[in-house]
Structures are given as structure tokens and as C-alpha cells.
T-cell receptor, first 113, second 113 residues
């Protein structure tokens, strides 16, 4: 079936370290992936996206890697800051479904001072 | 440039009452999506609408739930005869024709007592 899941429900890192959040997806037909950040009591906030014709994309302090061979997605956050503390979701776009996204259950990132 | 606006932010209903959730998309966006989020879980797709059309309602419960996106005015998610299991955060997102980034609102937190 179609599913998007995350390997680690909680990730604790020290301020200044790099964070890596992982995600597995099962639908090989998916062609668009997004990482969202959700702070408590707020809506998901777009971080970065990647299309299936790419394997890496960089933003400001964030990098997304896509490995289509093993259907794996990761989000790397450089020099993690306290403001990065949130739940991070990967989302998978189902081909032909407009922007109908399938979300994983999320990873809680905790930044320790 | 206003983002996706949802209201109310918090809604309390007694069992058996009706809940009406409103969503105004980003100006110029013609696609609206509704998602439901239970505590400690990811977002679950409910329905995808374009102006005056329901494109995909595969995530909507068969009974009591309905959605519309009229030619004028906000999108409405209506839940009739609410039950305690309907308590959740309901998020609306909008986008231009995709696949592309979807912008989320801050959500409506429905509590059924």
C-alpha cells in the first residue's frame, strides 16, 4: 500500500550539531516530496521540497536527499538551533492527485542547549 | 500577502451539534485541501477541492462530513452530529495547480464535549 513513515519518533541533538531526520516511502510512483516543520499549536510550515528527477537539494541550512533505489528521504539541518525544535513531517505527493499529500507520522526534534 | 486563513481557531461543540470550519485560501490559489490531525499523529488527507468542484474526497468519512468550495467565499468543512471521535485539529491548505508547495493555515481545533 501507499505509506510514508519515519524511522525515529524523537531525535535529541545538541545546539550547533547537525541533525538528520529520515523518512521511508513505499509508493515508487511518487514524484514530489516535501518536508514540513510543525511547531506546537501551529500549522505545517514548508521547509524544502524535491522532485524525483533530483537526488539532492539544498536550502538555507537544510539539505534534502532522495534515494529512489531504496525509497528513502532525509532532511539534514546544519548547525541546529533551539528554534529548530519542532515536529518534522515528510510528505509524499501521489502522482495525478494534484497536491494530495500523504504525510508520515512525524519526528520530534529536540535541541538541547 | 495573506496566507491561508482558517476560522475559528478553536471550536467547542456538544455531541450531536454541527461544526462548520472555514478556510480562505491564499489569494489566487484555486485548489484547497483539508487534512485532519489527531494528537501525536501526522496529517491525514480528507478532501481536495477546486472552485465549485470536489476533485478527490477519498479521505472523507462517508457520513456526516461534507465540504464545499463555492465560486465566491471560503471553503467550508461541515461536520454534522459531531461525536467525540471528531475531536482533532483540522488543517486547510491551498496551492496553485500542482505538484507544488501547498501552504497550510493555522488550523481549527475542534473539541467535542
Amino acid at each position: 500500500g501507499e505509506s510514508v513513515g519515519l524511522h525515529l519518533p524523537t531525535l535529541s541533538v545538541q545546539e550547533g550539531d547537525n541533525s538528520i531526520i529520515n523518512c521511508a516511502y513505499s509508493n515508487s510512483a511518487s514524484d514530489y516530496f516535501i518536508w514540513y516543520k510543525q511547531e506546537s499549536g501551529k500549522g505545517p510550515q514548508f521547509i524544502i521540497d524535491i522532485r524525483s528527477n533530483m537526488d539532492k537539494r539544498q536550502g538555507q541550512r537544510v539539505t534534502v536527499l532522495l534515494n529512489k533505489t531504496v525509497k528513502h528521504l532525509s532532511l539534514q539541518i546544519a548547525a541546529t538551533q533551539p528554534g529548530d525544535s519542532a515536529v518534522y513531517f515528510c510528505a509524499e505527493n501521489l502522482t495525478g492527485g494534484g497536491n494530495k499529500l500523504t504525510f508520515g507520522t512525524g519526528t520530534q526534534l529536540k535541541v538541547e542547549l | 500577502n495573506a496566507g491561508v486563513m482558517q476560522n475559528p481557531r478553536h471550536l467547542v461543540r456538544r455531541r450531536g451539534q454541527e461544526a462548520r470550519l472555514r478556510c480562505s485560501p491564499v489569494k489566487g490559489h484555486s485548489h484547497v485541501y483539508w487534512y485532519r490531525q489527531l494528537p501525536e499523529e501526522g496529517l491525514k488527507f480528507m478532501v481536495y477541492l477546486q472552485k465549485e468542484n470536489i476533485i478527490d474526497e477519498s479521505g472523507m468519512p462517508k457520513e456526516r462530513f461534507s465540504a464545499e468550495f463555492p465560486k465566491e467565499g471560503p471553503s467550508i468543512l461541515r461536520i454534522q452530529q459531531v461525536v467525540r471521535g471528531d475531536s482533532a485539529a483540522y488543517f486547510c491548505a491551498s496551492s496553485p495547480p500542482g505538484p507544488t508547495e501547498a501552504f497550510f493555515g493555522q488550523g481549527t481545533r475542534l473539541t467535542v464535549v
